[in-house]
């Protein structure tokens, strides 16, 4: 499993890291310092248990001790012997092996030695079954290492790990912050809105990247005001010789009547022409964008484009919820698609109305019992200056479709064309429901 999210990256690995830290210290202080603890300890008792073990060879040393004062000393220390057939040697049983101090010990008293660890009521016993003592037992208290002693290390190591976990997540997050806010900025320019420009702020490599994604904006917002204006210029300076050459043609004599109805045909399909060019390169104005209904406008659509030469079915869907756009550029991109359908559609068409099951999206669909386009050329269909199958026709600039498809990609929706499996074409438009509606 990959991650490709720069925050999931940045806390996996300080958790690796910690965890390693971790593992690390352990290591460290069990091979330096509690190893070395044990050696220690485990030689003085084993000091302990050979002078408990020596026998008196010699009668005529001075600072000799008799057995029961070795006995006496040895209980003073909490060493105490029981029998292998003992109650409390069941204790010894269940103790588990202690090999490193078995084989000191072994060592250190030139006899075979066996070891083992218990946790008891207040402390840790050590137990040891030595060949020299046969049948007996030695039960060790060590009452200064105690399980509660482990305790406050634990939760310490658990408090710090989660203290550099939460230091981690609140940098990174801090960090990944004004790349967050660049990442929708970016998602507003890519959908042809203009967001207002980005404080630099962070690091000083993203401050870079803000800086140059501003300028970027900014550019790209003179670009566009540049590109209005000049379009603006030639729809208008183009517009005024084609009504002055109408007008002129209206004036005409009646004898020259074949002629002026072709030269109007010809100027007003030059004025489609340009306002499609204008359709095509006009900015959304989302400040304009209103709270409406689709069955609204998909209702004057149908009612406007019905005639007597085709059979417009409309199938509402009556709950539907409200969207946020402009109704004015959304009955543009439905009615094209609509006299699309007319034009092709051998007669019929049907407009249906729905919504998701998650209740999010709000969906149009436009049907017809045309030809269809071959499969091939549905990926393109929505690329400017494509006209689509032959059998479909060739009327037009080639900018119907991708007009249809800009205003849809304002409107933060999604278009996608299909065959239908009756024959015709299936145009559905999915629009994103108002928040909370």
């Known amino acids: 499993m990959r991650f490709r999210s720069s925050f999931t990256q940045s806390i996996l690995l300080f958790f690796t890291l910690l965890i390693a830290s971790q593992i690390f210290s352990y290591y460290a202080v069990y091979n330096y310092a509690l190893v070395p603890s044990l050696q220690q300890f485990n030689k003085l008792l084993a000091y302990e248990m050979a002078f408990f073990l020596e026998d008196q060879e010699e009668e005529n040393e001075e600072l000799e001790m008799d057995a029961p004062l070795k006995r006496r000393v040895l209980e003073e220390l909490g060493v105490t012997i029981h029998a292998e ?80 976990i939460s230091g981690g997540w609140l940098f990174i997050r801090l960090q990944n912050r004004p790349l967050l806010a660049l990442e929708k900025a970016a998602l507003l320019v890519g959908k042809g809105e203009t967001p207002p420009s980005m404080p630099e702020t962070g690091a000083i490599e993203i401050r870079s990247v803000t800086r140059a994604f501003n300028q970027m904006a900014e550019g790209i917002k003179a670009l566009e005001e ?167 026709g060739s009327e037009g600039t080639g900018l119907g479709l991708a007009i249809v498809k800009r205003i849809i990609g304002q409107h933060h929706g999604a278009v996608s064309v299909s065959n239908r499996s009756e024959g015709g074409l299936k145009v559905q438009l999915n629009f994103p429901v108002i928040k909370g509606a």
């Open 85 to 164: 057939n003992s109650d409390m040697a069941s204790e010894f049983m269940h103790a588990m092996p202690i090999d490193l101090m078995s084989e000191e010990m072994t060592d250190e008293l030139k006899s075979n030695t066996e070891v083992r660890l218990i946790l008891g009521e207040e402390s840790y016993i050590l137990w040891m079954k030595i060949d020299a003592l046969p049948s007996s037992l030695i039960r060790i208290p060590l009452a200064e290492l105690q399980q509660e002693d482990f305790t406050p290390l634990f939760r310490n190591s658990v408090i710090m790990a989660l203290l550099v």
């Open 226 to 392: 540049d590109r209005s204006l000049l379009m603006a210029g030639i729809s208008h300076d183009i517009r005024t010789p084609l009504t002055r050459i109408r007008l002129a043609t209206e004036m005409m004599s009646p004898e020259d009547s074949y002629l002026a109805e072709g030269i109007i045909s010809d100027t007003e399909e030059c004025n489609e022409i340009i306002g499609q060019f204008m359709d095509y390169l006009k900015p959304a104005n989302t400040e304009s964008y209103e709270s409406l209904s689709v069955n609204d406008i998909v209702k004057d659509i149908v009612y406007s484009e019905r005639n007597q030469d085709v059979t417009i079915d409309y199938e509402p869907y009556q709950q539907v919820k409200e969207i946020q756009g402009s109704p004015i550029a959304l009955k543009r991109a439905i009615t094209n698609l609509v006299v699309n359908s007319v034009r092709y559609g051998n007669g019929w068409v049907r407009v249906s109305t729905g919504i998701t099951a998650n209740s999010k999206h709000v969906w149009v669909i436009v049907e017809d019992n045309g030809p269809g386009i071959e499969d091939s050329q549905i990926s393109r269909l929505f690329e400017p200056f494509t006209r689509g199958d032959t059998a479909r």
